[in-house]
Nanobody, 121 residues
Framework: QVQLVESGGGLVQAGGSLRLSCAAS????????MGWYQQAPGKQRELVAT???????NYADSVKGRFTISRDNAKNTVYLQMNSLKPEDTAVYYC???????????????WGQGTQVTVSS
């Protein structure tokens, strides 16, 4: 099994910054794409940003220029630096990855438990 543990959420004022971290552990042969998703109350879970093992990134239009995703492949960890936060960024942020448990296995998709980010106006 693969476990994802997020940290770094909290309460911040508008215009402030937070840095989320997510560490993957367990039986892991390789991790392909890692990413962050957000889910606000009453809304569907939405993509925030993804990053491949080679470092290619993809961002939702709403966070471009404000959020930066990065990863440390040696530590199986992905980060999300969130700057210029807005009240509409308030949500539970979930870490996600596609990983192989063994050389011969297919990629499986895994989710973390989520971390709350609250931005006050």
């Amino acid at each position: 099994q693969v476990q994802l543990v997020e940290s770094g959420g909290g309460l911040v004022q508008a215009g402030g910054s937070l840095r989320l971290s997510c560490a993957a552990s367990g039986s892991i042969f390789s991790i392909n794409t890692m990413g962050w998703y957000q889910q606000a109350p009453g809304k569907q879970r939405e993509l925030v940003a993804t990053i491949t093992s080679g470092g290619s990134t993809n961002y939702a239009d709403s966070v471009k220029g404000r959020f930066t995703i990065s990863r440390d492949n040696a530590k199986n960890t992905v980060y999300l630096q969130m700057n210029s936060l807005k009240p509409e960024d308030t949500a539970v942020y979930y870490c996600n990855c596609n990983a192989k448990r063994y050389r011969w296995s297919s990629d499986l998709n895994y989710w973390g438990q989520g971390t709350q980010v609250t931005v006050s106006s």
